[in-house]
C-alpha cells in the first residue's frame, strides 16, 4: 500500500495535521514515514472505531457534546467501517496514524460533529485503549485455539493409552512410560498456557480512556460507563499509569513465548521420532515437505518451522522489556514500537496453534518401533530393584545388586527379563519366580498406578479429568 522511504529530500506540501497550527513548516517525507504508525495500526481500526463510539456516547450522556453530534458520529462511524471493511477506505500517511486518518474521514463526512469526537480525549489514552481491546480479542482466540489442541492431544493420547514407549531421561532409556500419558504431559503444560493468559487478561481488560494526554480531563467524564459500555471489568487507577503502561503486552508476550517454549519442545521430539533412526511416528504428507535434490526425503517442516519461530517470538518479549526500560512517565513515542512485534507475537502463536491441533491428528504412531526400543535399554531395572526392595533389601543395595546384573546382561547381548532365574538369583537370593512378572514391560507401566503415573488406568483417568475440565 506505501512505497518505502527512499528519500528525505522531496518537501511536504500535504494537507494540514492536527498540531499543524504550532509549526512553521512541515515534517520531511523521511520523517513522516519514519514516525507514522498506519502501516501497522490499521489493524486495530475496529477496536478504534468501537473505542469512539463508547466515548462519544459518554460525552453526550454527560452533556459535553450535543446528541445530534452522537448521532453524526455514530451514522459516520458506520460509513467509515463499511468502508474499511470492503477495503475503499483511503488510508493516508499524512494522517500518521489509525487514529488520525479515521478522525480526518469522519469529520471529512459529519463536519463539525467529527471534530468534537476529541474532546476530553487523547491519542495517548486512545491508543492504550485500542491495543487493549484488540489484545483481549486475541486472548480469546489464543485460549480457543489452546483448547482445540489439548482435544486434538486428548484423542491421540486416549488410542495410545496402553502403548508403550521407552521414557528418556538425558535421552537414554529411562523407564517405560505410555505413549499417552507422555503426551498428556503436553497437555499439562498447554493447561498452565491457558491459566497464565487467563490472568494477563484481567490486567489487559481495564480502560485508560479518560486519562488522557497523562493527566486526566477537565470534562466531567464518566469513565465507568464508557468501561462497562466496552466490557472492561475496571478503570485504570492513574492516569500516568494508564497512558504509559504496557506491562499487559509483555506479560502476553512472555505468555506467548511459554507456549512456543512447549510447541518447540514438542516440535523437537517429532523430529527426533520421525527420523528413520527412531522410527517412532510418522507425520501425515500434509504436514511435511520433500526435497529439490534429494527425492527420498520427506521432511517435518511444519515442526522445525515451529521449532524455529519460537525464537522470534521471544525476541518480541525481548525487544518490548527493553523498549520499556528506559522510558520515564508518561506517554512517550517510543511506544509506538509496542505493536509490531504484538501483532506478530500473536499471529506467530495463533497461525502456530491452528496448525498444531490439526497436525496432532496427523500422527501415525509405529508402537512396534516403541517397542523394539524398549527391549533396548533395560527399561524395567528400577522394577527389579523395587522389587528387591519390597523382599527387604535396603534400595543402595538393590541399586547395586540390579546393576550387576544390568551389565551381565550387557555382556550377554540380552534384556533383563531373557536372563534364566538361575542367573538373576546369581545377583541376590531375595530373587524368586515371580520376578518375571515385574521385568515386563506391562507389568512395570501397571505398577505405577496412582494419580500422575504412568500405568494405562491411570493415564486413562487423566484424560477424563481433563476432558471434564475442558
Ligand atoms: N501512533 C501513536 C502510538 O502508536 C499514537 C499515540 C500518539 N500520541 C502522541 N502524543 N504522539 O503510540
Not at 495500526?41 to 445530534?68: K, P, T, V, Y
Not at 493409552?161 to 528418556?168: M, R
Not at 540380552?414 to 512378572?437: K, M, N, T, Y
Amino acid at each position: 500500500m506505501f512505497t518505502p522511504i527512499m528519500s528525505d529530500r522531496s518537501p511536504d506540501s500535504s494537507t494540514a495535521k492536527a498540531w499543524s497550527g504550532r509549526f512553521s513548516e512541515p515534517v520531511s517525507d523521511l520523517v513522516k514515514r519514519y514516525t507514522a504508525s498506519v502501516f501497522f495500526d490499521q489493524r486495530m481500526a475496529a477496536q478504534d472505531i468501537r473505542g469512539s463510539l463508547a466515548h462519544a456516547r459518554m460525552l453526550a450522556r454527560q452533556g459535553i457534546i450535543a446528541q445530534e453530534d452522537f448521532a453524526a458520529i455514530e451514522r459516520g462511524m458506520a460509513q467509515i467501517a463499511d468502508e474499511i471493511a470492503t477495503d475503499t477506505f483511503a488510508w493516508n500517511l499524512d494522517d500518521e496514524d489509525v487514529h488520525l486518518n479515521i478522525e480526518k474521514r469522519l469529520t471529512a463526512l459529519v463536519g463539525d460533529a467529527g471534530k468534537r469526537l476529541h474532546t476530553g480525549r487523547s491519542r495517548n489514552d486512545q491508543v492504550a485503549t485500542d491495543i487493549r481491546l484488540w489484545l483481549r480479542d486475541s486472548i480469546d482466540t489464543i485460549d480457543m485455539l489452546l483448547t482445540d489442541f489439548m482435544r486434538a492431544l486428548l484423542w491421540v493420547a486416549e488410542q495410545h493409552a496402553d502403548t508403550p514407549l521407552p521414557g528418556f531421561t538425558h535421552l537414554q532409556v529411562a523407564q517405560p512410560v505410555t505413549f499417552g500419558h507422555h503426551l498428556l504431559a503436553y497437555v499439562e503444560m498447554l493447561r498452565r498456557d491457558r491459566e497464565r493468559f487467563a490472568d494477563c487478561r484481567k490486567r489487559v481488560n481495564r480502560l485508560p480512556l479518560g486519562a488522557a494526554a497523562l493527566a486526566g480531563t477537565t470534562f466531567p467524564i464518566d469513565r465507568e460507563f464508557v468501561a462497562q459500555e466496552l466490557g472492561f471489568e475496571a478503570v485504570c487507577e492513574n492516569s500516568l499509569d494508564a497512558v504509559s503502561d504496557r506491562d499487559f503486552a509483555i506479560e502476553f508476550c512472555a505468555a506467548a513465548s511459554l507456549v512456543m517454549v512447549h510447541l518447540s519442545r514438542l516440535s523437537e521430539e517429532l523430529i527426533l521420532w520421525m527420523s528413520p533412526r527412531v522410527g517412532f511416528i510418522d507425520l501425515a504428507d500434509r504436514f511435511c515437505t520433500g526435497s529439490s535434490i534429494m527425492p527420498q526425503k520427506k521432511n517435518p517442516d511444519v515442526p522445525e518451522l515451529a521449532r524455529g519461530k519460537s525464537g522470534r517470538v521471544f525476541g518480541h518479549l525481548i525487544g518490548l522489556l527493553t523498549l520499556m526500560k528506559g522510558q520515564p512517565l508518561a506517554y512517550n513515542k517510543d511506544n509506538q514500537e509496542d505493536k509490531e512485534p504484538l501483532f506478530d507475537t500473536a499471529d506467530t502463536l495463533i497461525d502456530t496453534l491452528r496448525i498444531f491441533a490439526d497436525m496432532a491428528t496427523g500422527i501415525l504412531v509405529k508402537p512396534e518401533a516403541m517397542a523394539a526400543a524398549l527391549r533396548q535399554g533395560f527399561a524395567t531395572a528400577t522394577d527389579l530393584a523395587d522389587y528387591l526392595v519390597k523382599r527387604g533389601l535396603p534400595f543402595r543395595d538393590a541399586h547395586e545388586a540390579v546393576a550387576r546384573a544390568v551389565r551381565a546382561a550387557e555382556t550377554k547381548g540380552c534384556d533383563l527379563p531373557d536372563l534364566s532365574l538361575e542367573e538373576l538369583q546369581g545377583f541376590s537370593d531375595l530373587i524368586g519366580a515371580d520376578v518375571f512378572a515385574v521385568l515386563t514391560v506391562a507389568g512395570s507401566l501397571a505398577a505405577r498406578d496412582h494419580i500422575g503415573g504412568t500405568a494405562p488406568n491411570q493415564v486413562r483417568a487423566a484424560i477424563s479429568r481433563l476432558r471434564t475440565a475442558l
